[in-house]
């Protein structure tokens, strides 16, 4: 190959491979240095991404050639066939490594028929430029069978600067076992350690990328603060960099990807406003590189990345008009980009991304269909990669993060059957990953956040020993993981999350001390996580859930003062949020809700006009929602939802016709969710709640035709949900009611009549 366009070369490399996976022999002669680290990488990414990562090979000193360095080509092929680069192009005064190096080629050249037989994969030779004119005389048949021959002469990088080795490449890397973390670990904080003392400028840029790889490892073992010390350094060392070398599109480019990493774990260790900073900085870089350096695949998809980030953070941040429009910006990006340069594994997988982001904030918005639509078109994608890679690692991964998608929307649109199904799918490639690769912390997380998924389903459709049985599994994976990490951020919430799961179903199934235990045990963890961390905005709300938790179980334990204090505690919370966050749509939600169990608890201690207080702030803040985020499908729930708690208090306190106007309101907003949305069963539950109320209203005005037809319209409402959903205990509970209510008025009606 004598193109002197890397790019070029390289898109002949790549074509090449696709069509030769056994073995095959590439000859590398290098003038420019820089070029084969270049290439190295791509081919690195490349076998990657077909679950074959680059084994490379370098002898250390003159003694390891030829013997050493030839075992060792054959020992790596030994249990699975990898891709082999051997470079031998150390260089010294005398000529003492020109001499080893053609013996050592001298030596594969007689054993080149078990080099054939024993290699099953690629193996790329790399020699010094000179070389290529002694290779014939070397190894002459290695020579003759050669697949290629690829010349990296000087300068020719020159005319693409996007050609470096990537600061990001960690963040590509698959899924390790245990043993492999460990082992990645150990090689780079040793490579950490040699390179800190040295002060060239490739060295601290070799320096920067090795502390992003070690920040990224880290954070695969849930050690986030000595992550983010790792993170903070390297963006350190690439402002420096800036400092003294200028704003060159690499500067800039590994400037950016390192303050991507900053955001990401400001965003995990829930400093969002950090995280938001974070990814603004890096999106207004990639903007500057676009100007410069044009609409180049790079330069867009590190775009499209950005684009990406910020829509994350906004949607945390409860903008979620916001997050849609960068998210579709993002996926316009890769939906170009997948036009120019076709269905690479990389684009597909990207495009695949970002239909999961879409599909995320249509769900939030409410639009179910969309959403729907968007996770398939990300389903099918990963399907796509997995006819092509196969079942790798990150392959299986993805695509069981895919099938919970899927399940999660089918769950929302009541389709619980499918949405089951496509759990059990999910669960199953986790524990064939757990297979494969042992216990390793991402495998573990994985499989327990899939387990957690059954048991929501199997809550769902009423089975709830089998969701005890599941979310008793998870519960047990997640101790499993505290026990060999030790108390992690990450480690630690799992955990109390899984507490809460457990609380949830021991709660549904009557063992309300059991339930107590549990969220007791999650509020004590969420504490500990308080102590150690401060108050970090995910820290404070996970606290506050908490202890509604506690607050829940107290209540129908009959302690409502213990149930009232918990309560309160977690309004303080609450308050103290909005006034660091300031009204943003979670933080205001969360509020309304808080404000909705004090109330409650007012209401049942006696304190009418507490409770009566507490239901008029709530609504406040959902109309103030309302108007500043329009009438999204929750934002009509709570809103819904609230009118409904002060026609409760209006009933109560006697002004029945306050409470009227209140559940007639109410009844409003479910009928205009139900022609919004279609009749997805949480729509036709609140709906048929909502006309039980306005029945108990007419009911006590004394116009019991109107309070029948309204009982009448929820019966109907409840028995459509038994048809679609089966007997669950919630259906028929509803049901019981319903039928309850009917029969009274009907009672009623009979006596009215005969007293006429």
Not at 255 to 260: A, G, I, K, N, T
Not at 269 to 287: E, F, M, N, V
Not at 564 to 576: C, E, G, P
């Amino acid at each position: 190959m004598h193109n002197p366009d890397f790019e070029a070369i390289w898109a002949e490399l790549k074509l090449t491979l696709e069509w030769h996976d056994d073995f095959s022999l590439f000859f590398v002669f290098v003038e420019d240095t820089q070029a084969s680290i270049a290439l190295k990488q791509r081919l690195d990414d490349y076998m990657r991404s077909h679950s074959k990562p680059l084994r490379r090979i370098k002898p250390q000193t003159k003694s390891d050639l030829p013997s050493n360095t030839i075992d060792t080509v054959f020992s790596l092929n030994d249990t699975q066939s990898l891709p082999i680069w051997l470079d031998l192009t150390e260089l010294d005064n005398n000529g003492e490594w020109d001499a080893l190096r053609a013996k050592t080629l001298a030596t594969l050249n007689k054993r080149r028929s078990q080099l054939e037989k024993t290699i099953k994969s690629p193996i790329f030779i790399e020699l010094p430029y000179a070389c290529a004119a002694h290779i014939v005389t070397w190894a002459p048949d290695l020579w003759s069978v050669r697949q290629q021959t690829i010349e990296l002469k000087l300068n020719i990088l020159s005319n693409d600067s996007q050609v470096r080795p990537n600061i990001e490449q960690a963040a590509n890397e698959p899924i390790l076992s245990s043993v492999q973390l460990d082992a990645a670990l150990y090689k780079v904080r040793t490579k950490v350690e040699q390179l800190k003392s040295v002060n060239s400028i490739q060295t601290k840029r070799e320096y920067c990328i090795a502390l992003s790889s070690l920040g990224d490892l880290l954070c695969n073992v849930g050690q986030y603060t000595e992550a983010k010390a790792a993170y903070a350094q390297s963006l350190s060392i690439c402002q420096q960099l800036q400092s003294s070398l200028g704003d060159s599109p690499q500067v800039l480019r590994d400037l950016s990807v390192s303050l991507d990493r900053v955001g990401n774990i400001e965003q995990l260790l829930g400093d969002l406003p950090a995280a938001k900073a974070a990814y603004t900085q890096s999106l207004a870089i990639r903007q500057q590189l676009q100007s410069s350096l044009g609409d180049s695949p790079q330069v867009l998809r590190d775009l499209s990345v950005s684009w990406n980030n910020v829509g994350d953070i906004e949607q945390q941040l409860g903008d979620l008009h916001a997050a849609k429009a960068v998210y579709v910006q993002s996926l316009t990006i890769f939906q170009q980009l997948q036009s120019s340069l076709g269905d690479s594994p990389q684009v597909l997988r990207d495009l695949s991304v970002s239909w999961n982001n879409v599909g995320d904030i249509e769900q939030q918005l409410g639009d179910l269909q969309a959403a729907k639509a968007a996770y398939t078109q990300n389903l099918i994608i990963r399907q796509q990669l997995q006819s092509r890679l196969g079942d790798s690692p990150q392959v299986l991964r993805d695509l069981s993060v895919s099938l919970e998608k899927v399940g999660d929307i089918g769950q929302q649109l009541g389709d619980l059957q499918a949405a089951k199904a496509a759990y059990a799918q999910s669960l199953a490639i986790c524990q064939q990953l757990q297979s494969s690769l042992g216990d390793s912390p991402q495998v573990l997380r994985d499989l327990s956040v899939s387990l957690e998924k059954v048991g929501d389903i199997e809550q769902q459709l009423g089975d709830l020993q089998a969701a005890k049985a599941a979310y008793t599994q998870s519960l047990a994976i997640c101790q499993q993981l505290q026990s060999s990490l030790g108390d992690s951020l990450q480690v630690l919430r799992d955990l109390s999350v899984s507490l809460n799961k457990v609380g949830d179903i021991e709660q549904q199934l009557g063992d309300l001390h059991a339930a107590k235990s549990a969220y007791a045990q999650s509020l004590a963890i969420r504490q500990q996580l308080q102590s150690s961390l401060g108050d970090s905005l995910q820290v404070l709300r996970d606290l506050s859930v908490s202890l509604n938790k506690v607050g829940d179980i107290e209540q129908q334990l009959g302690d409502l003062q213990a149930a009232k204090a918990a309560y309160t505690q977690s309004l303080v919370i609450r308050q103290q949020l909005q006034s660091s966050l300031g009204d943003s749509l979670q933080v205001l939600r969360d509020l309304s809700v808080s404000l909705n169990k004090v109330g409650d608890i007012g209401q049942q201690l006696g304190d009418l006009q507490a409770a009566k207080a507490a239901y008029a702030q709530s609504l406040a803040i959902c109309q103030q929602l309302q108007s500043s985020l329009g009438d999204s499908p929750q934002v009509l729930r709570d809103l819904s939802v609230s009118l409904e708690k002060v026609g409760d208090i209006e009933q109560q306190l006697d002004d029945l016709h306050a409470a009227k106007a209140a559940y007639a309101q109410s009844l409003a907003i479910s009928q205009q969710l139900q022609s919004s949305l279609g009749d997805s069963p949480q729509v036709l539950r609140d709906l048929s709640v909502s006309l039980e109320k306005v029945g108990d209203i007419e009911q006590q005005l004394g116009d019991l035709h109107a309070a029948k037809a309204a009982y009448t319209q929820s019966l109907a409402i409840r028995q459509q949900l038994q048809a679609s959903l089966g007997d669950s205990p919630q259906v028929l509970r509803d049901l019981a009611i319903a039928l309850k209510k009917v029969a009274e008025i009907e009672s009623l009606s009979g006596k009215v009549a005969i007293t006429k």
